[in-house]
Nanobody, 124 residues
Framework: QVQLVESGGGLVQAGGSLRLSCAAS????????MGWFRQAPGKEREFVAA????????TASDSVKGRFTISRDNAKNTVYLQMNSLKPDDKAVYYC?????????????????WGQGTQVTVSS
């Protein structure tokens, strides 16, 4: 069974940067497409970004395009989310997820495994 553990969250000022990491267990990491979602208090979980199995294709939500970049290192069983120009509206718990099937990767139901999340707080 795949286990996912997020790290790298914290408190930053608006305009600052953070890099989130998601470490995956198991020997089949490269067989999964990976995604990042976020959830703010009182709101539904929303798509942030996704990346294909070999890292050749990525997608991102309109709200983060130009600011966030997803990447992966299959040799390290790790996926990253580089977040720049952070805004107060980016405050949320960020979740890493793994999908055994991949189309757009933008829907939570496409993913089979989820991490516990890491908190990102942005002060104004």
């Amino acid at each position: 069974q795949v286990q996912l553990v997020e790290s790298g969250g914290g408190l930053v000022q608006a305009g600052g940067s953070l890099r989130l990491s998601c470490a995956a267990s198991g020997r089949t990491f490269s067989s999964y497409a990976m995604g990042w979602f976020r959830q703010a208090p009182g709101k539904e979980r929303e798509f942030v970004a996704a990346i294909s199995r070999n890292g050749g294709s990525t997608t991102a939500s309109d709200s983060v395009k130009g600011r966030f970049t997803i990447s992966r290192d299959n040799a390290k069983n790790t996926v990253y989310l580089q977040m720049n120009s952070l805004k107060p509206d980016d405050k949320a718990v960020y979740y890493c997820a793994a999908a055994s099937t991949y189309c757009r990767g933008e829907l939570p139901q496409e993913y089979d495994y989820w991490g516990q999340g890491t908190q990102v707080t942005v002060s104004s």
